[in-house]
């Protein structure tokens, strides 16, 4: 993670994913019942799946169908839904669908390929087939970091991140939101709101969230990301978000552009990003963005005898994001939003690399990333949503 030092302007991340939960493992559909009489009405599972539906008509051109649909909890309430895809009975892909009615947007992330959100946490912390069986919840404890009961009591839970999370330490999640979320203003009005609305979860027309355009970097699709977890410095520390990203990156150009994959191991190139960017991996600290970028020309002119240039994006529009991807050049970007820190909240970063975009009728604008949190190469977040409290990025290009 990037902890910031400024202080957070409104509580995103909550409302990006739907997001922050405590919940008693096994007691769905008590919980289910109790969120629809809460603050706000939320769409039904037929509803979600009706969307679900017409997702796969406008972006998959293949047999792939829904295979399940899983409840992500905020306090007793359900905030989302994650629905997975298979194709001929291999996963292929999910989509988060908010589930509060007055949602600007419904589809806060979603990937085109590979195992659901669920599944990569429950393969990642090893859970047993018998409890894999069990009633399924997801729980999201920060900026696009979610966690799964590893428990049968659901007592502990394991996140994105590669940690451990109590459930005492999130209790009273839900109150605790309440108190920090500011008020959102959804600037369609009600007239626009019941068509957007109709349109996702009834049997009306969806055209309006039709794919506009799209574009990839060179390797898009067939570089996988390797994973905060498996990255780690000498002694078996865990790895950290940006320096994964870095490696991510980096290995992007000595794989895919230049073929010197089998003379480099990520790993390697991993330790030199951490060395040269003068990095305290037992710190508390997250690495920098700058940071990582120090490491990275070091790294390029030590090692593989190229030159490094950063382009920062920080202070642009999606303009200048998807004027990069046009001119095949990766993005290390950071996101921030408020993440929850033994029952306290503070403003922490993550970092991915851009790699893509999808574009929609209503606006709304997808990065496609590499994530050391997830092992897919096609998921995308909602890059111009309200959702998130700060964005930074820099165009790499390596010569």
């Not at 599944?119 to 009633?135: D, H, P, Q």
């Not at 659901?154 to 330490?169: D, F, H």
């Not at 046009?326 to 851009?354: D, Y």
């Amino acid at each position: 993670m990037i902890k910031s030092n400024k202080k957070a302007i409104a509580f995103a991340s909550v409302a990006f994913c739907g997001l922050f939960a405590f919940l008693s493992f096994g007691s769905l559909p008590n919980i289910a019942a109790n969120a629809i009489d809460n603050e706000y009405d939320i769409v039904s599972e037929k509803e979600c799946e009706i969307a679900a539906n017409k997702w796969l008509v406008q972006n998959y051109d293949d047999d792939t169908v829904i295979d399940e649909i899983i409840p992500v909890m905020t306090g007793e309430k359900i905030t989302s839904y994650c629905v997975n895809f298979t194709c001929n009975g291999e996963p292929n892909g999910y989509i988060i669908i908010d589930s509060d009615k007055e949602s600007r947007n419904f589809i806060p992330e979603f990937s085109l390929s590979g195992k659901g959100i669920y599944e990569t946490l429950s393969e990642s912390a090893e859970i047993s087939n018998t409890f894999a069986t069990s009633k399924k919840v997801i729980y999201s404890v920060g900026n696009l970091d979610y966690a799964i009961p590893i428990n049968r009591e659901g007592s502990v839970l394991y996140s994105s991140s590669n940690e451990t999370i109590t459930k005492s330490a999130l209790k009273h999640m839900d109150e605790q939101i309440a108190a920090k979320k500011p008020s959102f203003v959804n600037e369609r009005t009600e007239a626009e709101k019941k068509i957007y609305y109709d349109g996702f979860f009834s049997e009306t027309d969806m055209s309006f969230n039709s794919l506009k355009k799209l574009c990839n970097i060179d390797g898009a699709n067939s570089f996988k990301p390797s994973l905060m977890s498996e990255l780690r410095v000498e002694g078996g520390f865990s790895g950290n978000c940006t320096p994964t990203a870095a490696t991510n990156l980096f290995s992007l150009h000595v794989e895919e552009r230049w073929g010197m994959g089998e003379f480099f191991t990520r790993q390697e190139i991993y330790n030199s990003i951490v060395s040269f960017g003068k990095w305290n991996q037992f710190g508390e600290l997250g690495m920098t963005l700058s940071s990582a970028i120090k490491g990275m020309k070091s790294t390029a002119r030590s090692i593989f005898f190229h030159s490094l240039v950063s382009i920062s994006l920080s202070s642009d529009g999606w303009d200048k994001w998807e004027e990069s991807i046009v001119e095949n050049i990766p993005i290390l970007t950071a996101v921030w939003g408020l993440k929850n820190n033994n029952g306290s909240w503070e403003e922490v970063g993550h970092a991915i690399v851009g790699i893509g975009y999808r574009v929609y009728d209503d606006g709304a604008c997808y990065l496609r990333v590499l994530d050391g949190w997830y092992p897919s190469n096609e998921r995308y977040i909602w890059f111009n949503s309200d959702y998130f409290t700060d964005k930074e990025g820099y165009s790499i290009i390596i010569l």
